[in-house]
Nanobody
Framework: QVQLVESGGGLVQPGGSLRLSCAAS????????IGWFRQAPGKEREGVSC????????YYADSVKGRFTISRDNAKNTVYLQMNSLKPEDTAVYYC???????????????????????WGKGTLVTVSS
């Protein structure tokens, strides 16, 4: 069965850190660019970050640049999102998605919602609150 499963979400205080994981099964992640998206209550889904399938180039939305770091471990078929200096406005359900590299990079840099990606996880909730 082909699926992406996110984990690592939870409640954290402002200024804290979390590491999200996106584990793939049923297919090899290394053939795809992997992106992280988020959807806050009452808002549209937006792209956060992505990592390329080949040279591991990384891309970030301006809102998270310098605070979030994306990485991948193809041997574990897993992509990570390290989130530091978290702010209340980072509160959202975070999703990972697999898709074509060109589309994924454009989607993240333009802050789009990610329609057209090949696979999606079901999301993990991140709440930043004191």
């Amino acid at each position: 069965q082909v699926q992406l499963v996110e984990s690592g979400g939870g409640l954290v205080q402002p200024g804290g850190s979390l590491r999200l994981s996106c584990a793939a099964s049923g297919f090899a992640l290394d053939y795809y660019a992997i992106g992280w998206f988020r959807q806050a209550p009452g808002k549209e889904r937006e792209g956060v970050s992505c990592i390329s399938s080949n040279d591991r180039s990384t891309y970030y939305a301006d809102s998270v640049k310098g605070r979030f770091t994306i990485s991948r471990d193809n041997a574990k078929n897993t992509v990570y999102l390290q989130m530091n200096s978290l702010k209340p406005e980072d509160t959202a359900v975070y999703y990972c998605a697999a898709g074509p590299q060109g589309m994924m990079v454009a989607t993240i840099l333009q802050g789009r919602a990610g329609f057209g990606m090949d696979y999606w996880g079901k999301g993990t909730l991140v709440t930043v609150s004191s």
